[in-house]
């Protein structure tokens, strides 16, 4: 007889979101990880069940008592006889408790399926019971990205450079994906580094004045997800971010719903009923790579680590965020908003044109009619039509202009990012762009396992570089098309 136990399952955090990137009238900048208690509307929904150690340790009891029936009756069985008074009595204990064990492991799992599908509806949080994940992010906060490179570069990695990759091959074991060079899993992504907050002694000598210094600077270091995550437009319209996924991710969808009609006493009922769809998110490798040098390579400075971390995480960020918004859905481009079908359209012209106060409320009208004007509501365009709209009056005589916060229209948030194209034509207009608003609560962003890194270090080798070649795995849905509307056609200039 085999015994089979119920294993809980930890997710660990969210590595594909982006950059803190703001274009147009705000400055790049970086944001500490303070930022993320101001982002509300930042959702991480894990798939699958979301396990507790307090899952994990019932499962780990009711396997002992049953190991423990199965000797009993094994002994029996050996020895061709019945069960003796005394170890009838221990198996009708251990079956009692094995049948409370039951009703807990049960409660417990219905909490947890609740919880997610709660967090998936809702727009929950979800936390794991994790007191064995912060030590095991304790420990990954003492992991280096460039002790990871330097290593691997030279084929043999050491320490917690080396646990972490054999982490990394077990995770994206359980995500279904291959890890098929070195692999850096979500907990060393996610950790702060040891430096994150520290002050350093620093020395500024002048050629008259030697003896001169002594200056103490604070220097502030986030992690590599706090770099992903800051002041990003998606992550501010409350896009959700779907992490630990495991193969294809499938989401079941009602595409008509029943219907009632009056009718006589004794008259036949009009036959309806429920047609369902379906729709699927399925992982695409998203690739780059980055330059290093091998004099930054021996680097050990936390300022050192952290600029290659925010450069890594820029340009995979860029690319993510591009998709999202006008990715073609060809090939292994995910489906970005603006090419979903099933958003509704809103037509400025035949040669397309400047956005006007009726167009604007189209917007909101061509989603409150399919009963979608709800949720994370929110606008998205280029900065330069944000200017447009400032500056475009209501009418003639009213002195009011369509848009008169830099942050809101017509009450609702507003974020730009110059990855809205202003290369788009409708006719003979040339140079047009476009706008979105929708509940961006519908935008789903998955993820799945951590980040597959190849270390080259001989095609750069006479320049004194390092060549990592960086991979991780994501897909984009438009969960409800008719959340969002779309105009492809306005003039900003």
């Known amino acids: 007889m085999k015994i089979h136990m119920l294993t809980a399952v930890l997710f660990y955090g969210l590595l594909g979101a982006f950059v803190g990137l703001q274009f147009g009238d705000t400055p790049l900048h970086i944001i500490s990880g303070a930022l993320l208690a101001q982002l509300s509307h930042f959702v991480v929904v894990p798939s699958g069940v979301l396990g507790s150690n307090k899952l994990k340790t019932l499962t780990e009891q009711r396997a002992t008592k049953f190991e423990r029936m199965e000797a009993l009756h094994k002994l029996a069985d050996d020895e061709k006889r019945e069960l003796t008074e005394e170890e009838q009595t221990e198996w009708d204990t251990l079956e009692t408790e094995m049948t409370d064990l039951d009703k807990n492991i049960k409660r417990e799992q219905e909490f947890v399926r609740r919880q997610a599908e709660m967090a998936a509806t809702q727009g929950t949080q979800l936390h794991a019971d994790d007191g064995g994940q912060d030590a095991e992010k304790r420990e990954a906060s003492s992991f280096s990205f460039l002790k990871f490179v330097r290593e691997a570069s030279n084929g043999a990695l050491t320490g917690l450079e080396l646990e972490m990759h054999q982490e990394a091959e077990t995770e994206a074991r359980s995500h279904g994906v291959e890890i098929r060079n070195y692999g850096i899993p979500q907990v060393a992504l996610t950790a702060a580094p040891k430096s ?122 860029l690319a993510l965020q591009l998709a999202a918004i006008s990715g073609s859905g060809v090939g292994n481009i995910p489906e970005g908003i603006l090419n979903a079908t099933g958003t509704s359209a809103v037509t400025v012209g035949a040669n397309g044109g400047g956005p006007t106060r009726a167009l604007i409320l189209e917007h909101f009208s061509s989603i409150d009619t399919q009963n979608a004007l709800q949720g994370t509501l929110g606008w998205l365009f280029h900065p330069s039509l944000k200017y447009k709209l400032m500056n475009t009056k209501v009418d003639a005589g009213s002195g009011i202009f369509l848009m008169e916060e830099q942050n809101s229209l017509m009450g609702y948030n507003v974020q730009t990012t110059t990855q809205v194209p202003t290369n788009l034509t409708k006719g003979s207009g040339t140079n047009l762009t476009a706008a979105i608003f929708g509940n961006w609560s519908d935008f789903y962003i998955g993820q799945w396992g951590g980040i597959d890194l190849m270390v080259n270090p001989y095609t750069k080798a006479k320049q004194g570089m390092v060549e990592v070649i960086i991979d991780g795995f994501f897909d984009q849905l438009t969960r409800r098309p008719e959340s969002f509307s779309v105009c492809d056609e306005y003039v900003f200039a």
């Open 196 to 317: 994150a907050s520290q002050k350093r002694a620093q020395t500024i000598t002048q050629g008259t004045q030697p003896d001169d210094g002594g200056e103490l600077v604070q220097i502030e270091y986030g992690s590599f997800m706090d770099v992903l995550r800051a002041n990003l437009v998606l992550t501010s319209l409350g896009a959700r971010f779907l992490t630990g996924l495991q193969g294809n991710l499938e989401f079941d969808e009602k595409v008509t719903a029943s219907s009632f009609t009056w009718k006589g006493e004794v008259e036949t009922l009009d036959e309806t009923g429920i047609t369902f769809g379906k729709k699927t998110m399925t992982p695409n490798r998203l690739g780059g790579y980055v330059d290093i040098s091998k004099l930054a390579m021996i680097q050990t400075t936390p300022a050192i680590e952290q600029l290659v971390r925010e450069d890594m995480a820029i340009g995979m960020s």
